[in-house]
């Protein structure tokens, strides 16, 4: 489903991404983890298409787009959902009407409107705070918002960037649990977080960054341990 091979990226000469190879598969729930500046968020932006690598392969849902033209950009990003750190809500508008306009900006019919938004927001538990803006909720219930706007369109993949960052342990527990759920009905979930603690114990696949490059992946480990230590010479990583 995405499929990065050897990606590199540079701002001003300075690298933030060195050849950087990683292939997440349908229905898989990744951390990506690192010390701040290691490229998490970088990563997550070039699979989000906001922005360019200067190099390697990006195939995403079977669409190359690093030769991808902006004007296709919405297109792919149909199927992706994106949470921020800081949750990005319209403050002005209410939690419903946040919701409504992802459905409205990629053409829902109007008729479809309402129930999909209050699906959406049940689906997170914020369907009974629909009328009132985001300066009026918590921490934790506007990023809940803002997984519902996430997951209003069904994308099949959710990223997301240091989403507890700004909230309470509690707060923080419950998203991780959102997405949870999210990814058992089948979406694919890429998550940057140093939340180390949090990350040990979900128990899922972790890929560990450092200075741009990935050090670590537990999905290489745990496949170097089931091959039997006689049969282990020449067998491949895929
Ligand atoms: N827009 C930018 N302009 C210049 N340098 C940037 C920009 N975005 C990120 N960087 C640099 O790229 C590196 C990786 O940053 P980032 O991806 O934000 O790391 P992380 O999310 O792991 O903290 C850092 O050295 C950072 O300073
Ligand atoms: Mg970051």
């Not at 899922?204 to 282990?232: F, W, Y």
Request: glycine fraction near 8%; hydrophobic fraction near 35%.
């Amino acid at each position: 489903m995405i499929h990065l091979y050897r990606v590199s990226k540079s701002y001003e000469g300075i690298p933030a991404l060195r050849e950087i190879t990683l292939n997440v598969d349908k229905g898989e729930f990744v951390f990506v983890t690192g010390a701040s500046g290691a490229g998490k968020t970088t990563l997550l932006k070039i699979l989000f298409c906001a922005e360019r690598a200067d190099e390697g392969q990006i195939i995403i849902q079977g669409m190359n787009t690093f030769r991808l033209s902006p004007s296709s950009i919405p297109y792919l990003r149909r199927n992706m959902g994106f949470v921020f750190q800081d949750y990005k809500l319209l403050q002005h508008k209410t939690v419903y009407e946040n919701i409504a306009l992802a459905l409205k900006v990629v053409g829902t019919p109007y008729g479809e409107i309402e129930r999909r938004a209050l699906t959406a927001l049940k689906r997170v538990g914020m369907d009974n705070k629909d009328h009132l803006t985001p300066p009026k909720l918590s921490g934790g219930e506007q990023q809940r918002v803002a997984i519902a706007r996430a997951l209003v369109n069904e994308p099949q993949i959710l990223l997301a960037d240091e989403p507890t960052g700004n909230l309470d342990p509690q707060s923080g527990q419950d998203v991780f649990r959102l997405f949870k759920e999210i990814n058992l009905k089948g979406t694919s979930v890429i998550v940057a977080t140093h939340d180390w603690e949090t990350v040990r114990k979900m128990q899922r696949r972790i890929v560990v960054m450092e200075r741009g490059r990935i050090t670590t992946d537990s999905k290489d480990q745990a496949l170097e341990r089931t091959v039997p230590a006689n049969n282990g010479r020449g067998a491949s990583k895929p």
